[in-house]
Antibody
């Protein structure tokens, strides 16, 4: 079955960096784009951008340009999110989500369990 | 960017009650997807293409709408339906989520 398994919780200080991984299984990794979604504590979902898993090209939402980097380890069916120069407002759970089509409709049909990042001095 | 406004923000329903959640788009979209997120869990695809139930979703759920107005309806509320529901539009770039409706049991 399709699974996205994300890395564990992280506790970081402001100014540090963090790398979150999302390992896919149960399908051909390069056939589906991977999207990233942020959820701050007690808040809603915010789309961060996506990465083309075939070409490796990332696309970032406006609010996530600069300190955020999407990357791949395609041989390991893994997508990564790296955040540099962490700020308190980066405290959140970050989800990876597979982008697919169902009956000609675009969907995010499989989600990772979420990776919690806490930024605190 | 299309802004999605969900209403109500929070609501409580009694078992057996009919529930309607709304999602209003700032511009017309072709279709709407809905996600269910239970506390501490990741979102699950619930309804896609406005009115199609995802695999495993009980048929007491339904979706409808067009243009700028979409809704998710539960014909008869059950305890397991307690969750936050988000609408997501993918027909216009960039993708945008609604703010969510938290559904509680009365």
């Amino acid at each position: 079955q399709i699974q996205l398994v994300q890395s564990g919780p992280e506790l970081k200080k402001p100014g540090e960096s963090v790398k979150i991984s999302c390992k896919a299984s149960g399908y051909t990794f390069t056939d589906y784009a991977m999207h990233w979604v942020k959820q701050a504590p007690g808040k809603g979902l915010k789309w961060m951008g996506w990465i083309n898993t075939y070409t490796g090209k990332p696309t970032y939402a406006d609010d996530f340009k600069g300190r955020f980097v999407f990357s791949l380890e395609a041989s390991a069916s893994t997508a990564n999110l790296q955040i540099s120069n962490l700020k308190n407002e980066d405290t959140a759970t970050y989800f990876c989500a597979r982008f697919s089509t169902v009956a000609h409709y675009y969907v995010m049909d499989a989600w990772g369990q979420g990776a919690s990042v806490t930024v605190s001095s | 960017e299309i802004v999605l406004t969900q209403s109500p923000t929070t609501m409580a329903a009694s078992p057996g009650e009919k529930v309607t959640l709304n999602c209003l788009a700032s511009s017309s979209v072709s279709y709407m997807n809905w996600y269910q997120q239970k506390s501490g869990a990741s979102p699950k695809l619930w309804i896609y293409g406005t009115s199609n139930l995802a695999s495993g979703v009980p048929n007491r759920f339904s979706g409808s709408g067009s243009g700028t107005s979409y809704s998710l309806t539960i014909s008869s509320m059950e305890a397991e339906d307690v969750a936050t529901y988000y609408c997501l539009q993918l027909s216009s770039y960039p993708p945008t989520f609604g703010g969510g409706t938290k559904l509680e049991l009365k």
